[in-house]
């Protein structure tokens, strides 16, 4: 598997005050050729090359874009693939989903190897990715997509085998109106639950607006926390517990705990993700004869503290009926079930009707564990100064690309396989690390 080896394709932020960092990067975006990702072979990139470029109806990478003037944002995304660790190392790897319309969304160093330490990889939303260093212990945050890192100031607790999610902040009518032709930039939160002991959990979180981190007051009483179960939806972090959930909200400080809904009474095997914005409930019975997927109303639970559902959708098991062993897996973006189905080693995507609408594998003699977590590409903004950059930054700059609006330009560059697209790096064009500078 080819692999990227230099650091220098990797633009390193700096963890004290990404505002340090040259500004004659701060639009750089990169897609290397020479990283492939483990169940891709050199002539299926070849396709995906021809395909990109043969998009004559528009589409692009992340779907139509909306009109300069909406002030509506764009539609969710698919999900893109999703991450894993191998079996055999406990390395970081990616599987991409195949291609709704046109390429495969892939990412140029699944591996992460050109970080400065072997990295585990633990949340990913909206395309931001959180990543900890075995050595060090240090977080990272990471848009894999656009190769652009940085380490985050080190937290104050010890978060032993933590459980971790990035959420957004939800948006505001003021942002959604004041750049990027009316799509608002969101900061987001990275959230931590550790175990205290004997049940009791504490959290952490750190916010890209004021670069620090903050110790919540509060505590969670809970039997257990299902790390991998994180969810980031309306500006909050969720995870499955042994009855139910528990959310974080990282504006107020405060943990809350819920019970599951009633239907997962009937539909025993649940998991809990994110679409179209809302958390959701997807729940089955052992020989998948019924799927059914719930969404929670946030204004009831943020006012009663009452967990209340709306049906999304339900459906007969599409492909998978009366398969034994599936597991249901988080869905993130567009309003999609996942699923993994054991006898084929293979990922199945469905819509709400049950129609099979992409896959992933088989996996048959590839090297995985399935602690999958979803993953969906996009261009998306790590540090506080650059966000607040690009909304001051005249939309007349020639050499300002409106990343925020994502406009077809840009995502043509971010979906080209060719290596390395530098846009408006006045000094040397290069991607660098700060430890260069």
Not at 208 to 217: E, I
Not at 262 to 283: K, S
Not at 289 to 298: F, K, R
Request: glycine fraction near 8%; include cysteine; aromatic fraction near 8%.
């Amino acid at each position: 598997m080819a692999e990227c080896s230099s650091s220098d394709d990797w633009v390193m932020l700096d963890s004290d005050n990404p505002a340090d960092s040259s500004s004659d990067d701060d639009y750089v975006l990169a897609l290397s050729s020479s990283c492939n990702t483990p169940a891709c072979s050199d002539e299926e990139e070849e396709d995906d090359d021809e395909e990109v470029g043969s998009d004559a109806d528009g589409d692009d990478l992340y779907g139509e874009l909306e009109e300069e003037d909406s002030p509506r944002p764009p539609p969710p995304r698919p999900l893109s693939g999703l991450f894993y660790h191998t079996a055999s190392d406990n390395q970081p790897g990616y599987l991409a989903f195949d291609a709704i319309r046109s390429a495969k969304h892939l990412i140029p160093d699944p591996r992460f190897s050109a970080f400065p330490e072997h990295v585990a990889v633990l949340a990913s939303t909206r395309g931001l990715v959180c990543l900890r260093g075995e050595t060090t212990g240090s977080y990272y945050v990471a848009n894999p997509a656009t190769f652009r890192r940085a380490r985050l100031p080190r937290h104050t607790r010890d978060h032993v085998d933590p459980a971790v999610v990035i959420t957004f902040e939800e948006p505001t009518a003021s942002a959604s109106a004041s750049c990027f032709g009316g799509i608002g930039v969101e900061h987001y939160h990275v959230v931590v639950a550790f175990n205290l002991g004997g049940g009791v959990w504490s959290f952490e979180s750190f916010s890209s607006r004021t670069w620090k981190w903050r110790v919540s007051p509060g505590i969670s009483i809970v039997e257990q926390v299902e790390s991998s179960s994180g969810v980031g939806a309306h500006g909050r972090a969720f995870w499955r517990t042994s009855i139910g959930f528990v959310y974080y909200d990282p504006e107020k400080g405060y943990p809350h705990e819920f019970p599951a809904p009633p239907e997962v009474e009937a539909r025993p095997f649940w998991e809990i993700g994110e679409m179209e914005g809302n958390l959701c409930v997807t729940c089955m019975d052992q020989r998948v004869t019924e799927v059914a997927v719930l969404n929670l109303d946030m204004d009831v639970l943020a006012a009663d503290g009452v967990g209340s559902w709306s049906w999304a959708g339900q459906f007969e098991g599409g492909s998978l009926r009366n398969r034994e062993g599936v597991e249901l897996l988080r869905p993130q973006g567009m309003a999609e079930v996942v699923m993994w189905d054991p006898s084929e080693e293979r990922v199945v995507a469905m819509d709400l009707e049950g129609r099979t609408t992409r896959n992933i594998g088989p996996l048959t003699g590839e090297d995985y564990s399935r602690g999958f977590i979803p993953y969906v590409a996009s261009i998306a903004e790590i540090s506080s100064d650059q966000i607040s950059s690009k909304c001051s930054a005249s939309a007349a700059d020639a050499n300002t690309p409106n990343l925020g609006a994502a406009d077809a330009t840009t995502l043509n560059n971010l979906a080209a396989p060719a290596a390395q697209v530098p846009i408006a790096s006045r000094q040397t064009g290069r991607f660098v690390d700060d430890d260069q500078e």
